[in-house]
């Protein structure tokens, strides 16, 4: 198996546009998370997928990040506009719905917003 | 109080010696806990899960799980250089299938060769 695949694997982009971050989850995990990971803060959860469905978006920001699981092969995340503080490195996981499953992460995507 | 507390570090070990890592979390309901290992640059990657009170050994590692003191941990015997990474404890307090897994923000291991 490939993995959890994310993409881009680095952006830069200027303050005000917009930025998507795409992710492939293991095939047959049917949990997917996204979270945003910064020194200060560590790895926080923004939003937890099961079977395409958003479950949990607490962790979401506020009204500039959207994510979206059209099917059990693809999620993206979205923020729309971008600011310097967004900087961060996102990261993609997958899991089985088990309660003791382990999470897969993917490789991450470092996002600098300048 | 945080839902999961780590000592963010560094802990500095000398090679061969035992690195003990700790975590407390604040939900009783909290069913399973993970330790995952993160080197500079990487992602998080499993290295020891635990359900049951007690210890759990698995080579080199050992996780142990106090759910009385809420509290679990994380033991490396024979530290090598190649374990000096970020360690982060995980919760999942979630219910009915569906899961609510928290990171402690990580603990910082330096094997000093």
């Known amino acids: 198996d490939a993995g959890v695949i994310q993409s881009p694997r680095h952006e830069v982009t200027e303050m005000g546009q917009e930025v998507t971050l795409r992710c492939k989850p293991i095939?047959?995990?049917?949990?997917l998370f996204w979270y945003r990971q910064t020194m200060m803060r560590g790895l926080e959860l923004l939003i937890y997928?099961?079977?395409?469905?958003?479950?949990?978006d607490s962790g979401m920001p506020e009204d500039r990040f959207s994510a979206k699981m059209p099917n059990a092969s693809f999620s993206t995340l979205k923020i729309q506009p971008s600011e310097p503080r967004d900087s961060a490195v996102y990261f993609c996981?997958?899991?089985?719905?088990?309660?003791?499953?382990?999470?897969?992460f993917g490789p991450g995507t470092r996002l600098t917003v300048t | 109080q945080k839902e999961v507390e780590q000592n963010s570090g560094p802990l500095s070990v000398p090679e061969g010696a035992i690195a003990s890592l700790n975590c407390t979390y604040s939900?009783?309901?909290?069913?399973?806990f993970f330790w995952y290992r993160q080197y500079s640059g990487k992602s998080p990657e499993l290295i020891m899960f635990?359900?049951?009170?007690g210890d759990k050994e698995d080579g080199r590692f050992t996780a142990q799980l106090n759910k009385a003191s809420q509290y679990v941990s994380l033991l490396i015997r024979d530290s090598q250089p190649s374990d000096s990474a970020t360690y982060l404890c995980?919760?999942?307090?979630?219910?009915?299938?569906?899961?609510?897994?928290?990171f402690g923000t990580g603990t910082k291991l330096q094997v000093i060769p």
């Open positions: 997928f099961n079977n395409n469905v958003p479950i949990d």
């Open positions: 995980a919760v999942n307090r979630g219910s009915g299938g569906y899961q609510k897994v928290t």
């Open positions: 939900d009783r309901g909290s069913q399973s």
């Open positions: 635990i359900y049951s009170n």
């Open positions: 095939s047959g995990h049917n949990s």
């Open positions: 996981a997958s899991s089985t719905r088990n309660l003791r499953s382990e999470q897969y």
